[in-house]
Every structure is written in C-alpha cells, then in structure tokens.
C-alpha cells in the first residue's frame, strides 16, 4: 500500500508532471498496439511501394540515346614525328630525323609504336 499512497502523493504535489507522464504512458501503449497489429498482419509498415528499378523509371523511359561521335582517324604515313630511345614519340627537325631515326610518322603518338627498339631514333 505505500507504492500507491508514494503515487496519490506525488499525482497531487504534481499535477502537470502527472499528466506528462500519464500522455506518454499512453502513447507508448497505443503505439506498441499499432506496432503488434501490422507485425501479425502481414503487411509491410510503409504501405507506400517504393520502385528503385531505375530502368522503369519515367525518367530512363525518356532519355534518348545519346550518339557516340565517330573517331577521327589518325594520320598514317612518314611524317615530322619518330621515337626517342627513351620510347617517347618527339618532333624531330629534317636533319636529326633524317640522320638517327629509320621510321617516322605523321602521327603525334607515332600510332603507338615506340615500345619497339627497331622503330626507336639512335639519339
């Protein structure tokens, strides 16, 4: 019986903490009641679907393709340009190409070619 006079006590010294803890003690019920009927109905606690399909989307419906533009062809041929020793395609002058280097290209990267020894400039 002192559990219940400690409780008329303090219900009566404080009414507006009483009624705070009263709303919150029912909220908590009510709460834990919602919570137990959608846990034994079956149904999932957001009724709204959430579609995260992007590929169904309104917006990938939408969206044209986008044309890929055509390489432009590299030039092909001798040309100004010939690898280094270091294996670096370089600008040679007429003079350097002409005396050092045994192939030459039109091409600024020298088509990829300078990893081999036999196309590679002496100096």
């Not at 091409?107 to 081999?116: A, E």
Request: net charge positive; glycine share 4%.
């Amino acid at each position: 019986m002192k559990i219940i006079d400690s409780i008329r006590q303090f219900l009566q010294t404080h009414p507006k903490k009483a009624a705070l803890i009263a709303g919150a003690i029912i909220l908590y019920a009510v709460l834990n009641v919602w919570v137990f009927r959608i846990a034994t109905s079956g149904r999932s606690v957001l009724p709204i679907r959430i579609n995260t399909d992007k590929s169904t989307s309104p917006q990938a419906k939408e969206q044209k393709p986008v044309a890929t533009p055509t390489p432009t062809p590299r030039p092909t041929g001798p040309g100004v340009y010939a690898c280094s020793p270091e294996a670096a395609c370089n600008l040679y002058s007429d003079t350097m190409r002409k005396q050092y280097c045994t192939t030459t290209y039109a091409d600024s990267l020298c088509l990829d070619q300078c990893g081999d020894k036999a196309k590679q400039c002496t100096k």
